[in-house]
């Protein structure tokens, strides 16, 4: 058996033409991490927040999965020598119409809201606001986007240590390693010291001194490559 486990960043919807948060015409350039990825940011202007994520969720609408996308879709499908896990800090849906099976979305997701009121969650590709009457409790006034802001607790932290401490190959795609749980991940796996670790970026991560391997170049030329070299190891 041979695990693998993908950790994947903004860096692999890039070449679908959504922005980044760091790079220089990233998501964060034109705002306020405050305003608009915070719990007191939604408390201060809910319409800021509800325009931003509604804007955002139309523009990833309007964008496809890249080849990245479609490579990993594919090992997942074609891998028989062990379990292919794709951890995502993206809350884009790319990699699911991409046909990817599993996908543990640990910072949220662009097509999903919570209440408040009822903490339902439940996915929602329309534009919601303050009006939005719950699917499930039917009060108004208590939805919010289902993305983890900063000083909140990302989701499915259990489940990923579990799939942490069973990789076999670790692999971290387009993300600046900045951002913690998931730049810390790197660190766990090597005190778990059990797996062969790859980063794959455009330039090296925060954190890139800690991999095995590093390839560089823009995942929708890096990842198909990468890819193809583990379904033919398997032969
Ligand atoms: P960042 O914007 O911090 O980093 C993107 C990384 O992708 C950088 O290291 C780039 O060099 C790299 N990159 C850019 N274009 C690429 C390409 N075509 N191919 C490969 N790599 C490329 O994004 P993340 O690391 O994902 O959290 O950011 C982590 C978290 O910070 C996000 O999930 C978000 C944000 O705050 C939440 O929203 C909770
Ligand atoms: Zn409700």
Not at 213 to 229: C, F, H, L, M, N
């Amino acid at each position: 058996m041979t695990n693998i486990v993908f950790l994947t960043g903004a860096g692999i919807s890039a070449d679908s033409g959504l922005s980044t948060f760091r790079d220089s015409d990233g998501l964060w350039n034109n705002h306020r991490v405050d305003d608009v990825a915070t719990y007191e940011g939604f408390v201060r202007n809910r319409k800021m927040v509800y325009d931003f994520y509604n804007d955002l969720r139309r523009q990833e609408t309007s964008l496809k999965p890249n080849p990245a996308h479609y490579a990993l879709a594919k090992l997942q499908r074609e891998y028989k020598n062990g379990k292919v896990t794709i951890i995502t800090q993206n809350v884009d849906d790319y990699h699911t119409v991409a046909g990817a099976t599993d996908v543990i979305h640990m910072h949220g997701h662009l097509h999903q809201v919570r209440c408040e009121n009822c903490m339902h969650v439940y996915r929602c590709d329309t534009d919601y606001d303050e009006t939005t009457v719950c699917q499930k409790c039917g009060k108004a006034g208590h939805i919010r986007p289902n993305i983890v802001w900063f000083g909140e607790m990302p989701l499915y932290m259990a489940r990923i240590e579990e799939e942490l401490e069973q990789a076999d190959i670790f692999v971290a795609i387009g993300t600046s390693g900045v951002v913690y749980p998931a730049a810390g991940f790197i660190s766990r796996v090597r005190a778990i010291g059990r797996a062969q670790t790859v980063e794959i970026n455009l330039e090296p991560s925060e954190v890139n001194r800690l991999f095995d391997r590093s390839i560089k170049g823009r995942a929708k030329d890096t990842v198909p490559a990468y890819v193809d070299e583990l379904l033919s190891a398997q032969k």
